[in-house]
Structure formats: C-alpha cells, structure tokens
C-alpha cells in the first residue's frame, strides 16, 4: 500500500537537544510538507520541498531544518534554539505543489520536551 | 493572499441529527477548496475537494459541501451523524495561480452525543 510514514510516534526529548523526525512517503510525490499543530491553532507550515536538493522556509521556519537528499524522505530536524518544540508534527506530501493537487499525510509525530 | 475562517471552533450534536460546519475563505483569485478530518492522535484524510464544475461535492463517509462563490463559502454538512464522525474538521483552500501552499483554517471540533 503506498502513504506516509513517521517515525516514531512519540519522541521525548531534553531541552537543549536536536531530534530529528523522519518521514518517508512511496506515492513518488514531487513535494513534501512539514506542518506543526498545537491545539486551537489549526496547521502551521514549517518547510516545504518541491523537488529533491530544494526546499523552502514556511511560515515557522525559525529553530528547524530540513533536507531533501531523496525523493522519499524529508527528515526534520527540531534543534535547541526552537524556543518551543512541545507539538504534534505532521508530515504531507502530494504530487506536485501546483493548486489543485491535495495533500496526502502521515499518522504524525508527537513531541515533548521534559 | 488567501485565508480561511472555520466560525465554529466547537459544534456538539446528537446522534443522527444533522449538522453543517462552516467555512469562509478570502481570495482575489480562484481557488480550490478541501475539507479534511483528524480523529484523535492521527494524520489528516481528505473528505472532499472542489476544483471547477459543480458546486454541490460529495465525499467520503457521507459528508457533501457547497462551494458558493458569491458568500466564498464552503460549508461541510452531513444528513445524519454518527459517534465515529467525533473529530476535528479543517478546511483548506489553495489558490489556482501564484503561491500554490495551502492555507489551513483552525479547525472545527465535532463532538456527537449518544
């Protein structure tokens, strides 16, 4: 069956710790999302790529990096100068990046740091 | 650039009742609209899409909504509810030219009462 796969389903971390989310889809989309949802604020983009060894900052860039060295995988690094990084995080993917084309997610991530 | 309203942060309702989420958009431009639903601790699935054509679309799980450009709506209903339909609803519009990330409304709680 092609999806969305995110790994793991849980993560705990420390603070001041990097942890990266791994996310790989086999639908052989062209664009891949990472979203951030905290409770009552809906869906907040953090990267998207369009095509592999390209991406671009969201709307909450700031504290995350990511790389796209595979058309399957888009891993996102959470690192230490994210002031908070308590959240679900969810991983998308869909064909291209052109309008009509709806998005495909994963099962998510959700983060907590102790 | 476009935005989404979802009015309705919470919506309870009885079995079998009826119900009707709503959704408000704002663009300059065309656009393509989605409803998708989140239950508890997982990914987004697509209900429905509306691209061109028809204003009246039908998805999955029994839900339809009605694309009215004049309001810029896009409000989600569903004849009969049901327990398994408790989950939160996001509607997300795209637009057909220019920047082709979608924008997320905040989201609707259904909550279905026995």
């Known amino acids: 069956d092609g999806g969305i796969t995110q790994s793991p389903k849980y993560l705990f971390r420390k603070e001041g710790q990097n942890v990266t989310l791994s996310c790989e889809q086999n639908?052989?989309?062209?664009?891949m999302y990472w979203y951030r949802q905290d409770p009552g604020q809906g869906l907040r983009l953090i990267y998207y790529s369009q095509i592999v060894n390209d991406f671009q900052k969201g709307d909450i860039a700031e504290g995350y990096s990511v790389s796209r060295e595979k058309k399957e995988s888009f891993p996102l690094t959470v690192t230490s100068a994210q002031k908070n990084p308590t959240a679900f995080y969810l991983c998308?993917?869909?064909?291209?990046?052109?309008?009509?084309?709806?998005?495909?997610f994963g099962p998510g991530t959700r983060l907590t740091v102790l | 650039a476009q935005s989404v309203t979802q009015l309705d942060s919470q919506v309870p309702v009885f079995e079998e009742a009826p119900v009707e989420l709503r959704c408000n958009y704002s663009?300059?431009?065309?656009?393509?609209l989605f409803w998708y639903v989140q239950y508890p601790n997982q990914g987004l699935q697509l209900l429905l899409k509306y691209l061109s054509g028809s204003t009246l679309v039908k998805g999955i799980n029994g839900f339809e909504a009605e694309f009215n450009k004049s309001q810029t709506s896009f409000h989600l209903r569903k004849p009969s509810v049901h327990i398994s339909d408790t989950a939160e609803y996001f509607c997300a519009v795209r637009v057909s030219g220019g920047s082709y990330i979608p924008t997320f409304g905040r989201g609707t709680s259904l909550i279905v009462h026995p």
């Open positions: 663009s300059s431009v065309s656009v393509y």
């Open positions: 639908l052989n989309h062209d664009a």
């Open positions: 998308a993917s869909s064909i291209s990046v052109r309008g009509y084309n709806e998005q495909f």
